[in-house]
């Protein structure tokens, strides 16, 4: 299959490492991790060992195979700008996934994509970027993918087949939107935990009032996704993000990775849209809230 990675970030490349052992997978990014990889290959270490060499560009113009597939990695905030960009490179049968954080991609796709052409995919696994050219795979996660009408199309069965037989532990779901709750659930409390107190997923499990804060944060989150009708338990969702946190103790989360890369981060598409949500129905946002301001200000601080 050819496949387009667009967002060649930690996970955007771990997955079109493995990916490209089987496939024509180009990777879409920003300079010089692409330059790096363009020299050198792309290196994968920690979890997953793998030298592969790939093609790799700067822009989606300079994509020149016709995708199959084509997986958008790209930070929430970079959404509408790529869908934008990809729109030339979309042929009748091919299939766009959002396997990105936050919970205003979808909307997005939907401004420009018809509803069927649309998967999303949500997945726990860990990755840091470590340097030009290579990604660190610091936790073995799961990857739940399906489409967005909730339709189980031949398409969709043959790409959980192709992630599987790349290594990456991958599941159909009949309900993608509810997964998609689950994962911003999870990131509402690591990302800007970690972000605001500087430390490995791990240590949140390891501190016992971060462990507090981490638990009634997934309460106030599961609230809000109830409340939009979304069919998930505070207890499961605190038992699932203390399960990702244990999976990936030794990762840095991706929010934590743009402050320290003097990055945007992706606080507005998590925490930001869970309380414009929650405020729509007279939830009580207010951690979402403080959390929002604290990473808000430490963005300000090292901008
Ligand atoms: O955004 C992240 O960092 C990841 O989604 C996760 C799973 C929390 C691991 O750090």
Not at 116 to 138: E, N
Not at 268 to 294: A, F, M, P, Y
Request: charged share 20%; aromatic share 4%.
């Amino acid at each position: 299959m050819n496949i387009v990675i667009v967002g060649a970030g930690a996970i955007g490349s771990l997955f079109g490492a493995l990916l490209s052992k089987k496939n024509t997978v180009v990777l879409v990014g920003r300079a010089p991790h692409i330059s790096a990889i363009q020299h050198n290959g792309l290196n994968i270490t920690g979890k997953t060992h793998l030298h592969v060499k790939l093609s790799a560009v700067e822009s989606v113009k300079d994509v020149a195979i016709s995708a199959n597939l084509i997986i958008l990695t790209v930070k929430s905030y970079d959404t509408e700008t790529t869908i934008k960009q990809i729109v030339p490179q979309i042929q009748e049968e091919t299939a766009i996934i959002s396997l990105q954080n936050g919970l205003d991609n979808i909307e997005k796709m939907e401004h420009i994509f018809d509803k069927d052409r649309i998967l999303a995919g949500v997945t726990t696994h860990g990755a840091i970027f470590s340097h030009p050219g290579v990604i660190r795979h610091t936790g073995k996660g799961k990857t739940i993918l399906g489409a967005i009408d909730g339709s189980q199309s031949k398409q969709l069965k043959n790409i959980v087949h192709l992630f599987n037989e790349a290594g990456i532990e991958a599941q159909a779901s009949d309900d993608i939107i509810k997964e998609i709750w689950a994962k911003a659930i999870i990131n509402s409390s690591i990302n800007p935990l970690t972000a605001f107190f500087n430390c490995k997923n791990g240590y949140l499990l390891e501190n016992p009032l971060l462990e507090k804060s981490v638990e009634i944060i997934c309460k106030e989150s599961t609230c809000i996704a109830q409340a939009e009708g979304v069919p998930l338990t505070a207890l499961d969702m605190i038992h699932r993000t203390k399960e990702v946190i244990n999976n990936t103790s030794k990762n840095y989360s991706s929010m934590l990775q743009s402050i320290q890369q003097g990055k945007k981060t992706e606080i507005d598409s998590i925490n930001g849209k869970l309380i414009t949500i929650g405020r729509q129905h007279r939830i009580d946002t207010s951690l979402n809230k403080i959390l929002v301001e604290l990473v808000t200000s430490l963005t300000d601080i090292y901008k």
